[in-house]
Structure formats: C-alpha cells, structure tokens
C-alpha cells in the first residue's frame, strides 16, 4: 500500500478488504512504516499489517454511518513500524488476526525480527510475524456489555 494515500485517509472511514474474517470497518487514526491504526466501534484499535491488506475502500456517504467518535483523551499505540506495536504489547492480553483457523488469543511475551511468542492458557505459541496480518490489545464489545449489565441489575433486584 502506497504511504502517501495511507496519509490521506486518516480520520476518514474505511472498510479493509472487501468479505472474510480479516475485513474491518472504522476510523483510520494512524498510519506507521508498514502498519496502519484502524478504530473499530466494537474491537477497539485493530493494527493492521499494509502488505496484507487488499483493499481499501471509503465511502463518504457513509461516514455519518460510524457514530462512533474518538474521545479528546484517546491514547493509543502508536510505533515507527509493526514490530513496534508488539513490542509495546509484551505481557498485554492480544488477539491476531481476527479470524479463521489462524485467529490466536493470548498474552505476547517475546518479539524478534523472525517471531511473536503468545502464551495462550497451557501453550507456548509461536507465530511467524510474516503471517501476522492484525493485531488488536483491547476488546470493547459495548453491546454485550450493556447486555451484561443489565443482566446483573435485573438479577441484583430479584
């Protein structure tokens, strides 16, 4: 992907790849050396590797579509390039790749030039970071939150 158009997207709304389990919509807010900063309404930041993504698409019709709005006091990761980004991550609680039989949640502990290592419950993993296509540290799922809480409440009043 060409830096310069990368650049000339942020802030607007775009859609990475076109269908499958890696496809994203959300806010660009950050362009690194060879990863991109997606702000998705329920994932969170997805940090998205330029040489696996596909395609871009922005429709401005649609950004009123995203309500979404980034906070005044928003911080987020932000590294010269990819490897950067995990090495920020170490000990932190991550998913990569959003989907499929690839999709991997756990904890990084080590990064090199060659391979992530994740622990995920009893397992050592490592993970080709050729092959990491995304990566995101903080799931928000408003919605099953709400749901949660709610349940809780109605639970606490019984």
């Keep these: 992907m060409d830096i310069k158009m990368l650049h000339s ?3 607007n709304i775009i859609k990475i790849d ?4 890696e496809s994203r919509e959300g806010r660009l807010i950050a362009v690194g050396g060879d990863y991109i900063a997606l ?4 994932e969170g930041v997805v940090y998205y590797r330029t040489h696996h993504i596909k395609s ?3 429709n401005t019709k649609n950004d009123s579509q995203f ?8 911080r987020f990761i ?3 390039d990819f490897k950067g980004v995990l090495e920020s991550l170490k000990y932190h609680w991550v998913q990569i790749n959003r989907g499929g039989p690839e999709k991997l949640e756990g904890i990084v502990d080590q990064v090199n030039d060659n391979f992530v290592t994740i622990i995920a419950k009893e397992e050592v993993i490592r993970i080709s970071m050729f092959h ?5 540290y903080e799931v928000k799922d408003r919605k099953n939150k709400d749901s949660n809480e709610k349940k809780t409440e109605d639970n606490t009043k019984s």
């Excluded at 702000?39 to 329920?42: D, K, Y």
């Excluded at 309500?67 to 928003?74: L, R």
């Excluded at 990491?132 to 995101?136: L, P, Y």
């Design 67 to 74: 309500d979404f709005q980034v906070p005044e006091d928003f």
């Design 78 to 80: 932000q590294a010269e």
């Design 9 to 11: 997207l942020v802030d």
């Design 39 to 42: 702000l998705t309404e329920n």
């Design 132 to 136: 990491i296509r995304n990566v995101s």
């Design 56 to 58: 871009l698409t922005s």
């Design 18 to 21: 076109r269908g499958g389990p």
